[in-house]
């Protein structure tokens, strides 16, 4: 019985200690949660701002831009899958991939060559374990991404679509990322980056009709200018989507985790408390039988 107690304490204590772990790794991402939903929204007035510089550009001007053509020279498609540097998040890594592996299952069936980018260190995991080779990789600060990240996928993922087939250009290029609705509701989504799709005349409530524009130098140069900066502020709204995504699931995770470890402590001290008291049992009736027999003799 000693031993039994003994046992249950060290799960007891073990326990309690996981358990403050993640209690400190839900408020951490509590604390994180506010800072990365207020990036999300910061970045959307820009974003507003820009697409529809570009659709004004397309709806007044005839031009012909390489990233708003379609590419009927290759097969080959690039995929970003945007996942966690760590874990303990739940499933949103495993949600993630599981909506990349649906889309490449349909661009294979469709014919296309898959080309594959990852950015946080469980996707590249994914991939690495199961020997598919990765294009490009990206690895770090996946719950507070920085500009200077965003750009170097933006400038990777254009050269891959702009590239000629001999050197591994690619026709499209889509990115399976999570978006953030609320701290109960990130779904899985996967947009496709390029070639663009600029749908003209769509005006938002409240918005003044678009006026006849002049291009100086020339619609050209204005689109070789705004496209890029585009495909790199919508990477970034990715980016921020997931991390926002990612610190959600982190503090829910953590949340049952912490729910989880006190109702294994109750379960341990019920067991460790009945042990004690079969021993306690067993001690007393060790000691009535002892002093019958001293009384017997």
Same mark, same amino acid.
């Given at each position: 019985?000693?031993?039994?107690?003994?046992?249950?304490?060290?799960?007891?204590?073990?326990?309690?200690?996981?358990?403050?772990?993640?209690? !400190?790794?839900?408020?951490?991402?509590?604390?994180?949660?506010?800072? !990365?939903?207020?990036?999300?929204?910061?970045?959307?007035?820009?974003?507003?701002?820009?697409?529809?510089?570009?659709?004004?550009?397309?709806?007044?001007?005839?031009?012909?831009?390489?990233?708003?053509?379609?590419?009927?020279?290759?097969?080959?498609?690039?995929?970003?899958?945007?996942?966690?540097?760590?874990?303990?998040?739940?499933?949103?890594?495993?949600?993630?991939?599981?909506?990349?592996?649906?889309?490449?299952?349909?661009? *294979?069936?469709?014919?296309?060559?898959?080309?594959?980018?990852?950015?946080?260190?469980?996707?590249?995991?994914?991939?690495?374990?199961?020997?598919?080779?990765?294009?490009?990789?990206?690895?770090?600060?996946?719950?507070?991404?920085?500009?200077?990240?965003?750009?170097?996928?933006?400038? *990777?993922?254009?050269?891959?679509?702009?590239?000629?087939?001999?050197?591994?250009?690619?026709?499209?290029?889509?990115?399976?990322?999570?978006?953030?609705?609320?701290?109960?509701?990130?779904?899985?989504?996967?947009?496709?980056?390029?070639?663009?799709?600029?749908? *003209?005349?769509?005006?938002?409530?409240?918005?003044?009709?678009?006026?006849?524009? !002049?291009?100086?130098?020339?619609?050209?140069?204005?689109?070789?200018?705004?496209?890029?900066?585009?495909? *790199?502020?919508?990477?970034?709204?990715?980016?921020?989507?997931?991390?926002?995504?990612?610190?959600?699931?982190?503090?829910?995770?953590?949340?049952?985790?912490?729910?989880?470890?006190?109702?294994?402590?109750?379960?341990?001290?019920?067991? !460790?408390?009945?042990?004690?008291?079969?021993?306690?049992?067993?001690?007393?009736?060790?000691?009535?039988?002892?002093?019958?027999?001293?009384?017997?003799?």
């Amino acid at each position: 019985m000693g031993g039994q107690q003994r046992v249950y304490r060290q799960k007891i204590r073990s326990t309690q200690s996981l358990k403050k772990i993640f209690r !400190a790794m839900e408020l951490i991402a509590a604390s994180r949660i506010g800072k !990365a939903r207020a990036r999300v929204t910061a970045v959307a007035p820009y974003s507003h701002a820009i697409t529809r510089a570009i659709s004004a550009v397309a709806a007044h001007s005839d031009v012909k831009h390489p990233l708003t053509s379609d590419r009927s020279d290759t097969k080959k498609v690039a995929m970003l899958v945007i996942t966690a540097d760590r874990g303990m998040a739940g499933a949103y890594s495993a949600n993630a991939i599981r909506e990349a592996e649906r889309l490449r299952e349909r661009l *294979e069936a469709e014919g296309h060559e898959v080309v594959q980018y990852a950015a946080g260190r469980r996707g590249v995991s994914y991939y690495t374990f199961r020997n598919r080779e990765l294009a490009g990789r990206w690895t770090g600060d996946s719950d507070a991404p920085g500009h200077a990240v965003a750009n170097e996928i933006a400038a *990777e993922l254009l050269r891959a679509f702009l590239a000629p087939v001999d050197e591994g250009g690619v026709c499209e290029l889509h990115i399976v990322f999570t978006h953030f609705s609320s701290m109960v509701s990130q779904e899985p989504r996967v947009i496709r980056m390029l070639p663009l799709e600029i749908v *003209e005349g769509v005006v938002d409530p409240g918005d003044e009709i678009s006026p006849l524009y !002049a291009f100086e130098p020339d619609a050209q140069e204005v689109l070789d200018e705004l496209l890029p900066r585009y495909i *790199e502020s919508r990477i970034y709204n990715c980016l921020l989507q997931a991390a926002a995504s990612e610190l959600a699931n982190r503090q829910s995770a953590m949340n049952t985790a912490v729910t989880n470890a006190e109702d294994i402590v109750r379960k341990y001290t019920r067991l !460790a408390n009945s042990a004690r008291q079969s021993e306690i049992t067993q001690e007393i009736s060790e000691i009535v039988s002892g002093a019958d027999a001293l009384a017997a003799s």
